[in-house]
């Protein structure tokens, strides 16, 4: 596998690569000079796979997940997911990529406060086309799944750190995507709830789903089958 330093005790097995980067670049304007928050990236990602995406502040970490999850787009380079060159689409298509294709976990939960859990949940599916009563049933099955099948009522401000974190895995698995993205999942919790979270996330990808973590845990890192390192906007040990 490219990029990769092997940390966790897990075996992937090799069904092809979902993502396939390619001398990615990302350059920003800021006033009159260029900051270059990725400086050439080539990285696969194998389908099924667990990697943990690890490096200090300003590594380039979040702008390469960022640049993977289709919210940016690179300077240059080439991003294939599922074998489809998405580096240059046009916004519509792209949102249509991060709904179907790809769900997301923030540190910050990013649930909507003045919803349910259960409305919070059914909200990807209500952009997808969802009918109502199909969504409802789809998202209480998640939220059942993560353990708040008596939550389904609840505002996110009625729930502890771990619980909001369950919710929103949750909501990023509603449209049952390829790719889950998780940026520090469990940074803001402690350290209990945190690997319950974490667990929660390995069944998640025992399950099938691609799983990329970003974090600065090594101890996260190790739950993975593979860790890459990026300083700079550079891979560190890059095959």
């Known amino acids: 596998m490219s990029g990769g330093i092997a940390v966790g005790t897990g075996v992937v097995k090799d069904d092809g690569i979902l993502v396939r980067v390619r001398g990615l670049e990302r350059i920003y304007k800021v006033g009159d000079e260029e900051v270059h928050a990725l400086r050439g990236i080539d990285l696969d990602i194998h389908r099924g796979e667990m990697i943990a995406i690890m490096g200090p502040s300003g590594s380039g970490k979040s702008t390469l997940m960022h640049i993977v999850g289709c919210l940016d787009s690179p300077t240059a380079g080439i991003l294939e997911i599922d074998g489809e ?10 949102a249509s990529i991060r709904n179907r294709r790809i769900g ?3 540190q910050s939960f990013n649930l909507l406060p003045r919803l349910t859990i259960l409305e919070n949940v059914a909200l990807p599916l209500m952009y997808a086309g969802v009918p109502l009563k199909a969504r409802r049933a789809r998202a209480k099955e998640l939220l059942e799944s993560v353990g708040l099948g008596d939550r389904l009522s609840h505002n996110p401000n009625q729930l502890s750190g771990g619980q909001r974190q369950r919710a929103a895995i949750a909501r990023a698995l509603a449209n049952d995507p390829a790719i889950l993205l998780a940026d520090e999942p469990t940074g803001a919790l402690d350290s209990l ?13 025992a399950r099938g789903t691609t799983v990329i973590l970003v974090t600065h845990d ?3 890192a190790a739950s993975c089958h593979r860790a890459v390192r990026l300083k700079d906007g550079l891979l560190e ?3």
């Open 104 to 106: 997301f976990v923030f």
């Open 85 to 94: 060159d998405v580096s240059r689409l046009g916004e519509v298509r792209l």
């Open 237 to 239: 040990g890059a095959a």
């Open 218 to 220: 090594p101890d996260v």
């Open 193 to 205: 709830t945190g690997q319950a979270i974490l667990d929660s996330v390995k069944v998640i990808n």
